[in-house]
T-cell receptor
């Protein structure tokens, strides 16, 4: 049983650099979500895909952030010109249906120096 | 806008005893789902239990059960016979049927005392 996987698990970068994260959802799940979690807080929604279509974006997702899911399978989240405030855990989740249980990956922890 | 309040930042319980974690939320919708997730230290988010708002019967999953009061917009989690492995952050998260996204509370850190 393959769950949601994320790569890399940890990323340390310098302010101003670009970073890209990958998420592989559970294979039959057509819905994919990105969340951001800062220390001591609950996750906050960033964006959502149904198949390859990006259907909702949070206001948290500034123009430095972009997400894609080109073939309706894996997704990438890119952050351009990283800032120290971008330091967080980036979580990916997938689900089979609307209102269905979202299954989470292990997350990518980003540290911006 | 939907908001979620978990009023207990930290809770502790003796092993084998019962503990209840509270959650209240605010929504104008009538059709939604509610979830409790646990997040052990440095580990990934795991589903504990799920409740459909249209169901009057409270969900149960082994030692975990909920008390869902729709009119009061309350969704508490009861853990019976607490085990050391239950130690984690617990998050309450409702989602609107159409909105898709989970809206998380601030979490409750649960400690199990041996």
């Amino acid at each position: 049983d393959t769950g949601v996987s994320q790569d890399p698990r940890h990323k340390i970068t310098k302010r101003g650099q670009n970073v890209t994260f990958r998420c592989d959802p559970i294979s039959e799940h057509n819905r994919l979500y990105w969340y951001r979690q800062t220390l001591g807080q609950g996750p906050e929604f960033l964006t959502y895909f149904q198949n390859e279509a990006q259907l909702e974006k949070s206001r948290l997702l500034s123009d430095r952030f972009s997400a894609e899911r080109p073939k309706g399978s894996f997704s990438t989240l890119e952050i351009q010109r990283t800032e120290q405030g971008d330091s967080a855990m980036y979580l990916c989740a997938s689900s089979l249906a609307a209102g269905g249980t979202q299954y989470f990956g292990p997350g990518t922890r980003l540290t911006v120096l | 806008a939907q908001t979620v309040t978990q009023s207990q930042p930290e809770m502790s319980v003796q092993e084998a005893e019962t503990v209840t974690l509270s959650c209240t939320y605010d929504t104008s919708e009538s059709d939604y789902y509610l979830f409790w997730y646990k997040q052990p230290p440095s580990r990934q988010m795991i589903l504990v239990i799920r409740q459909e708002a249209y169901k009057q019967q409270n969900a149960t999953e082994n030692r975990f059960s909920v008390n869902f009061q729709k009119a009061a917009k309350s969704f508490s989690l009861k853990i019976s016979d607490s085990q050391l492995g239950d130690a984690a952050m617990y998050f309450c998260a409702p989602t609107l049927r159409g909105a898709q996204k989970l809206v998380f509370g601030q979490g409750t850190r649960l400690t199990i005392n041996p």
